[in-house]
């Protein structure tokens, strides 16, 4: 099974961090992303831009929109994701908890659909 | 050592050890490493290292050996890597290096692990709830969403009771370990109402669309032979045999279109003379042991059934008798509703619903839709039909299976509704 570790942090605590407390946790999350590719339970992992820098699209009655943001109204912003290949969302969940900013904010595991799969049962 | 085998092949190898030798090693990394967390990490990397390794350098000769050692050595790796950020986990791995044995141990101290796992698992410090799920998750190998969806609930449930159960073990210090002679019945008791559970959840699952979950049941009955091989005390004997006669009629128990099929109109060519055969000698032994516990009991009663060879020709005499045993060793309101229905069958139904509404009257079965269902049908063979109708009605209202229901609201409708 394939899980998607959405890992969200405030981003204006992150920004407060000292730059050596920055470094140590870009070294432990590389680290730790070591470790799951030699285990071969990593699939992708990336961080991201501040959601300052996103920009919404959507699309209307054929017309496209494009907006700043999310701004939606949470204190912790989506930073990074963790695509891994898990037995079970227990083992999921054991893998989110070694996810380094785990400690600053919190891991949203969600099970990804196999649309293959779900497409060949019908 | 053999020529490399071909990757494919391998592969598949290695897949049927995960399948059969994946909870024997994941018990053993678990007490070497003293942590469940650990060990799940080290028997991942032990089967990704087996299948870098083994395409190149061939199987070893003993392969569960070599996966136990790789795992443990792989986790102190781990450790030390992560000591960089952590310098506790430095002193672990130092420690877990220096304390470990030859991780090759011998064969019996390798499945008392598989005990200490199982008697862990179904610690009395956690949840009954987390006490199944632990034991089908590690014990079974059964995947959170395996276990959500044999037990009707939402894999993220599933999931936070694993994680809290070993959050306990970890804060409570439970102990990685086999009770000691004197704690052993109270504790061997839990493990037998987890697997109990398991299997009866299986077999007549309380609620859903179908009236068998068989994968449960079958693996609550693996779990049942795997207690009988490393701990053959007479009640494990006896809850064996009580699966394997229940499970013997599981083909007759359900019709064509999917609707429940009551004991008495059972076609018995259909049952599982195997699982029969197999039972039969199993209650045998858990008999010749002496002093006879309340599973072997109930094996019984089930074996009574599994020897009539028509509903008719039944020794109610003899089953009555049985409960009357059963509810001096495990006194329930359920065995005095069973013992009644029984009574019913020996001496006619006046008797045993004078006996029904007794257990009744006493309130703890008031919301159990089977107690007003029995009720309902010794109304209905005295020719009450409107109290049977009643009884029948509320027997609906609380029952939550589908074939169940449809078999009520079929009886209701021959009633006149």
């Not at chain 2, 000769?61 to 136990?68: E, M, Q, S």
């Not at chain 2, 979950?213 to 064996?240: N, T, Y």
Request: hydrophobic share 45%; with cysteine; glycine share 6%.
């Amino acid at each position: 099974m394939k899980y998607l570790c959405l890992v969200y942090a405030e981003e204006s605590r992150v920004d407060a961090m000292p730059q050596d407390e920055v470094d140590a946790l870009i070294d432990e999350t590389n680290a730790n992303n070591e470790e799951l590719q030699a285990s071969g339970q990593l699939i992708l992992a990336e961080a991201l831009e501040h959601v300052a820098e996103a920009i919404t699209v959507r699309v209307r009655d054929g017309r496209l929109s494009a907006t700043d943001g999310p701004f939606a109204e949470t204190n912790e912003q989506l930073g990074g994701f963790v695509l891994i290949e898990a037995r079970d969302l227990n083992e999921a969940v054991r893998i989110a908890g070694r996810i380094p900013s785990a400690r600053l904010g919190s891991v949203e595991v969600r099970p990804v659909i196999d649309l293959m799969r779900e497409h060949s049962d019908q | 050592m053999t020529q490399a085998a071909a990757p494919a092949e391998v592969r598949e190898r290695i897949d049927g050890l995960y399948r059969a030798e994946s909870r024997r090693v994941l018990a053993t990394l678990i007490r070497l490493l003293d942590d469940f967390d650990l060990a799940e990490e080290a028997l991942q990397d032990a089967f990704a290292a087996a299948m870098e390794q083994w395409p190149r350098d061939g199987t070893p000769a003993n392969p569960r050996a070599w996966l136990i050692s790789t795992g443990r050595f792989r986790a102190i790796d781990r450790l030390r890597r992560r000591a960089r950020f952590d310098a506790m986990l430095g002193e672990l791995a130092a420690r877990l290096e220096q304390a470990a044995p030859d991780p090759a141990d011998r064969d019996d101290h390798l499945e008392d692990d598989r005990l200490r796992l199982i008697f862990t698992c179904c610690h009395p410090a956690l949840p009954a709830d987390a006490q199944v799920a632990m034991t089908l998750r590690e014990v079974c190998g059964l995947t959170t969403e395996e276990i959500a969806r044999a037990f009707l609930t939402r894999p993220p449930t599933v999931a936070q009771r694993i994680v809290r159960a070993k959050a306990r073990i970890r804060a409570a210090g439970i102990p990685y370990a086999v009770p000691s002679p004197e704690e052993l019945p109270g504790r061997l008791e839990t493990v037998l109402q987890v697997v109990y559970l398991a299997f009866t959840e299986g077999y007549a699952p309380a609620a859903g669309e179908s009236v068998v979950r068989p994968e449960l049941a079958d693996e609550a009955i693996r779990l049942g032979r795997l207690l009988v091989e490393l701990l053959p005390e007479p009640e494990v004997l006896g809850l064996l045999a009580l699966m394997l006669l229940t499970d013997a009629r599981r083909a007759a128990r359900t019709a064509a279109d999917g609707d429940l099929v009551l004991l008495a109109d059972q076609d018995r060519s259909r049952w599982d003379r195997a699982r029969i055969a197999e039972g039969t000698a199993l209650l045998e032994r858990a008999m010749s042991a002496g002093e006879v516990g309340p599973y072997a009991l109930q094996a019984a009663i089930a074996a009574a059934h599994a020897e009539a060879p028509t509903a008719q020709a039944t020794d109610w005499h003899r089953i009555v008798g049985l409960y009357d045993l059963l509810a001096r060793a495990d006194p329930s309101p359920v065995v005095e509703l069973n013992r009644a229905v029984a009574v019913s069958m020996r001496d006619g139904p006046a008797g045993g619903l004078a006996l029904v509404d007794a257990v009744l009257a006493r309130g703890r079965l008031d919301a159990y839709h089977l107690a007003h269902a029995a009720r309902a049908d010794l109304l209905r063979r005295l020719g009450r039909t409107a109290e049977a109708r009643a009884a029948y009605r509320r027997a609906l209202d609380l029952a939550r299976q589908e074939p169940q229901r449809r078999f009520l609201g079929r009886r209701l409708e021959e009633l006149g509704g």
